[in-house]
């Protein structure tokens, strides 16, 4: 396809808004494929100021507004991107974002960056600890003095949520992080009836609401009315005959890991079935579970498990080396080799991190130590066709730390070659 020096930039507001969904309906020509959602986010006007105490996540900023993101050609869904929020914290977190720092705190609103705690840190044991603590608070302002003159210190990427839609932080995120199809498909040509559906995610306990602030609250979320952006490349002439686009998109398959108790070994094996007769470029699995942890979301939190084992069998065949996956440092050795590296500390993948009294202090600091523990995933890259898929997982129950011995929702994200075909303005998916 011959392309054009000439665009033409569009910025679209929704066809249809309320507090479930909200539509976009582009216009139809040849699009670059880096949609961009800005002004997202969403508003309580019960809201006072940093007081409240009601902030976006921080790993997923305005990202948790958004329960679904789904892509139609007319009637005809090409991708959708389920499990949003754990599949977001994941991509929010990837080195592979080389602006992580201004991206999260400027764009996307979280800001899940680390640096060194300051000869100054409160605690004399923190200092050179890995910190989360803003380094600019003119901007952030993490500090905030309540009414009786005590100091309450919040997360320092913890943006304030707004309190109506004019006013206040709103975020801007690139649909290509999570639509599979926008990152492998670099021009949209001529796509009929190209729709864009959000689905809102307005569950205040998704939030971070402090119940013990000065000025506490029970938010009611309204979300915010966002605007889309995209480029149509101008001059090019429609193509003739059958289109034939391959994509990559993003499967999500739940399976329930069953409770183990203190010390007690359980393996579980699952089958999948999301995957079968599909080729899978690579699979990413999340240890998802149901409680929020200090700042931390139960959505955004993968926790470590001890003695934790992983072994897949395709096709009828051991997968992976030896006992599988079965050292914490081995996770995030294999999701490196597979899908990238991640900008969190070993520490978020270690079942149980601390010194000989207890003390996390000396590698993260007190407002940071709540992310050891609570970040283990791991990928493997598979490149092949599955006819069978199935998942051996082994774990230990412990006390030592939340969320080890209840069950919890092991999430597998796959990504897996689609083909679009178009003639005469019909469009037919295929895997």
Same mark, same amino acid.
């Given at each position: 396809m011959a392309l054009s020096n000439s665009v033409k930039t569009w910025v679209l507001d929704p066809t249809v808004h309320n507090s479930s969904r909200t539509e976009f309906r582009l216009n139809p020509g040849v699009l670059a494929s880096n949609l961009k959602l800005i002004d997202l986010g969403v508003y309580s006007t019960n809201i006072v100021d940093r007081t409240t105490g009601v902030f976006y996540p921080s790993i997923l900023g305005v990202l948790a507004s958004i329960k679904k993101l789904s892509l139609f050609s007319g009637s005809t869904m090409i991708d959708e991107i389920q499990e949003l929020s754990s599949y977001g914290s994941i991509q929010h977190l990837r080195v592979s974002n080389q602006a992580q720092e201004d991206? $999260?705190?400027?764009e996307l609103l979280n800001g899940f960056s680390f640096s060194n705690s300051a000869n100054d840190a409160a605690n004399n044991e923190e200092v050179g600890a890995l910190t989360t *603590?803003?380094?600019?608070?003119?901007?952030?302002? @993490?500090y905030l003095e309540n009414p009786t003159n005590n100091f309450r210190q919040y997360h320092n990427n913890q943006i304030q949520i707004a309190n109506?839609? @004019? *006013?206040?932080?709103s975020g801007m995120l690139v649909l290509s992080n999570y639509l599979e199809f926008l990152r492998s498909v670099p021009v949209l040509a001529n796509i009929p009836d190209l729709r864009l559906i959000l689905e809102w995610n307005l569950t205040a306990s998704d939030y971070y609401v402090d119940a013990g602030a000065p000025t506490a609250v029970t938010p009611s979320f309204n979300p915010i009315r966002p605007q889309l952006v995209y480029e149509e490349i101008l001059g090019v002439p429609a193509q003739e005959g059958l289109v034939k686009i391959p994509y990559m998109s993003a499967l999500v398959e739940r399976f329930v890991v069953p409770t183990a108790a203190d010390g007690v070994t359980v393996t579980s094996s699952f089958r999948s079935g999301a995957f079968r007769n599909r080729f899978v470029k690579d699979l990413v699995l999340f240890n998802k579970v149901q409680t929020d942890e200090s700042w931390l979301r139960k959505k955004e939190r993968s926790v470590a498990q001890k003695g934790e084992k992983i072994q897949l069998v395709i096709n009828s065949r051991k997968f992976l080396p030896d006992q599988g996956v079965n050292q914490e440092a081995m996770k995030l050795q294999y999701f490196n080799d597979a899908i990238g590296?991640? $900008?969190?500390?070993?520490?978020?993948?270690? @079942? @149980?991190f601390q010194d000989a009294v207890g003390n996390k202090n000396r590698t993260l600091d007190s407002q940071s130590d709540v992310i050891a523990h609570n970040f283990s995933v791991t990928g493997v890259m598979v490149n092949d066709v599955i006819d069978r898929l199935d998942l051996e997982y082994t774990r230990t129950g412990s006390t030592v730390q939340a969320d080890q011995t209840g069950a919890f929702d092991l999430l597998v994200f796959g990504r897996v070659n689609r083909l679009l075909e178009m003639k005469d303005g019909v469009i037919r998916l295929s895997y």
């Open positions: 991206l $999260n705190r400027f *603590e803003a380094t600019h608070k003119d901007y952030v302002k @993490s109506s839609q @004019s *006013e206040g932080a590296g991640l $900008n969190i500390p070993l520490a978020a993948a270690m @079942s @149980s």
